[in-house]
């Protein structure tokens, strides 16, 4: 935060010294280290120490199960940053004092899409230190987390922003997140395959895709052959790409005959969760792998064909016989592999019934 900001964070610690501000409420922002749990002043521990975020009005929240933050400025946004990437608020009625607790997945079944979605979110904006677009991304979080965060949010409304937008700015800024979180959260990952050219050559698909069946841009992704076949464009088995709008073509060559596995990996953020004695925390653990097998097979050989257009048929005496032949793959096969060596041999006949020399057209691949 700026030097105008520390300025205000003065003025207000003065203006607020005689009215009890002396805990800290669910949504204020705490900077410090991971396992910082020490009470100071409020606004000592908060925005003006590096976590992004808004502040309301002095007033007093009221929850339904009789629990109330009472004559405080509540502040939105980041409350600490745990291994580099920020954490949140999730219990709205319950004290924040520091990150002391177990982190573990989240494994709560029915918010698990919703904390998903704003796992993908919250690791977009970890470095955005914004105010409005953290304390946007904590409201979410409040929302679709939290039992008491519609209430909350609610209180916060009615306090108003001290220093912030309109209430209805914040709120169009939350809605403009929550459907950038919709639409980029990877769902469904599919992959399809097709052949080209016999069994040799073909496409593989892969497919990375929103809730609504959306290709999703900007996805990094690892695709491996497990068999004999390389992919055209790296001459190996392994290629990786970024997904954009539309899908994506892997054209690949067969080096052998057999069955081959194609493997496409890529990462997506995961949602932690810290269970404390204090209140939980959201934040993020380690991306999760994704991946997606198919299997199919391949024939890296072909079948050579050959076509005899001798249009005469009586050889004068003397002559040498003369015959147009034309060779191909057949296209059931494949076609020709470059630098292969194609051999063909033939029967000529003097009579009907003395061959000259004995042969049949042949070739291999």
Known sequence: MGSTHSDRHWARTLAAAGAALATLAAGLLVAGTADAATMRDPFERSIQNGNPGLWTNVGTITFSNGKKYENMAQSLGVVDRVNGKNTYCI?????????????????????????????????????????????????????????????????????????GPSWDAYTAKMNSLWTEAVNGTPTDLDMQYRYTTGKRKGLVTPSITNVNGVEIAGIQYTAILNGPAVFDQTGTNTISGTTTNSAIHLPWTATGNGKVTVSVLHKIPKAARLSSPNQDLMGLSDPETVSKNITFQVQANFKPTIESNQTDHRIEYGHAPEDDLTWHADPTGGDWIAGATVKATGTLYHSRRNPSRAGRPSGTG
């Open 91 to 163: 219990e709205a009625d319950t004290l924040y004092t520091g990150t002391t607790g177990d982190w573990g997945d989240w494994t709560d079944e029915r918010t698990k899409p919703d904390a998903q979605r704003l796992a993908w979110l919250t690791d977009r904006h970890n470095g955005d230190r914004d105010d409005l677009t953290q304390a946007a991304i904590a409201g979410l979080i409040h929302q679709k987390l939290d039992p008491m965060g519609n209430e909350y949010l609610n209180g916060l409304r009615q306090l108003g922003w001290a220093d």
